[in-house]
């Protein structure tokens, strides 16, 4: 038996559909097996929110009096990107202040940077704003100094490259003898923690392994508000080495996502500070998978404990980029608390927060079980294992020495 | 009997008022001002500790909180901002004597009594939910 992605609507929009969490799927198909659960089931949600670079704000803010092209932009000292257009710019959630001491000190603290101008902005708070130009002819401003937020803005956009990771590395470390600061958190000598950062089995793209029904125009939940998956995200990797039951053993499939920021609340979108690495930006996200037929529920009643993800050493093989991982471990290990590795037992940390995707799978359950949120059939699928598509390293060819003449 | 540990904050309005004065005058409580810092007409913070029967020093926050004071509890020298706080459990893995742990529902709990106030918890957490209260009252 199957459906389409018609039918779920119309039910949907009857306020008939049975929309269940990618965490209630898996004890309902255990119980009435898989046919049966797809039959009754026409919905899973899923949900996750962990800090995630690769996210920035795409702003236009409307035209001043006079007209200015603006050349270097700053949201509360933090820097823009303006080579777009005139009143076109873009904050990366990773950017900051030029005079922030980053790790001269270190560790450094990374208090603020844009990630924080973002969830600012979505709080609706004041931002301070500061640009510059060459002055033109028909843009001859120079200079602006003004109070701006988000009731003012013409649009903000977030627009994410890279977003939802299928899976990802957990973290120790291994060799050095002090704590290391990474982005995946402080790590303990003598692998004195783990950390990981992924919501499992609640997780999007681990629930929709082959990429069957998330793809590009996908509309999901985005920060509180709607958004919708515009590309595979960069770094999509849809062969990373997949377990026997075909889920991937390491970071695969990414999402490229987009949304408008007037819609979202703060509560979704948090800047991030990382100790002794910078600053960034978690995002809550929720995919809709649409219970398409057995295949699809069979996906989505993947358990923590069929999940595996690589431990690599961040105090050497990671940033080195060699070596192998240490061990595979579940997300049932890691989310109880203690890992076994190389006969010690370890604590461990999650990055990511289960409250909140849980909030938000329950949110996005809520808006589809009341008609107000209608699914979506990928415009174009993103590509799948054996497309060809990787990521790959860096290609870094020498530059010959030139003989500079004078 | 009560002992209980607060960060009183007063906005500007409320400087130039007797509110302590009345505090210990009407609810019957001791109160030992650990820190302040408040000048006229500017916003100003102080740390106290209130003592009295359970019932006044309850008595005696709800005072405050309709006088408008800005309250917040402190758990020895640890400020955890509920609020701020995701519950993604980054910092429990640094908290050595197991005050910061994740509870069956995976939301992260502190047990003030366990706490030796040792602060490597509070560069740990991306959100700056955990503080002390050394640098809140600075």
Redesign the interface.
Known sequence: MSKTYEEINDKIKKGKAVVVTAEEVIGIVRQKGAKKAAREIDVVTTGT???MCSSGALINTGHTKPKMNFKQAWLNRVPAYCGIAAVDLYIGATSIPEDDPANKVF?G?F?YGGGHVIEDLIAGKEIIFEAQSYGTQCYPRKELLAKIRMADLNSATLLNPRNAYQNYNVAVNARAKHPIYTYM??L?PNM????YCSAGELSPLLNDPNYRTIGIGTRIFFGGGTGYVFYPGTQHDPDTKRNEKGVPMGGAGTLALVGDMKEMDSRFV???????YGV?L?VGIGVPIPVLDEDVIISCAVCDADILAPVWDYSDDYPEFKGKPLAYVSYAEL?S?KVKLQGKEI??????????A?EIAGKLKKWIADGKFLITKPSAPLPGMGSGVKFHPFVERAVKKRKIIL | MAKKSAILHFGHDLVERPIISDLIRNHDVSVNILQASITPEEDGTMFVQIEGTDKAVKKAFDYLKEEGVGLIFPAKNLIWDKDKCTDCGACVAQCLVRALTVNESKKLDFDSDKCIACGLCIPACPYHALESVTDHLS
Do not use: D
Request: glycine content about 14%.
């Open positions: 929110f962990a800090p560790p603290r208090v958190g402080i303990r004195g923690n783990i950390n948090r800047g991030v500070s990382m100790t002794g960034s978690a989310k608390g604590e461990t940390a999650s990055l990511s927060s289960m409250p909140m849980r």
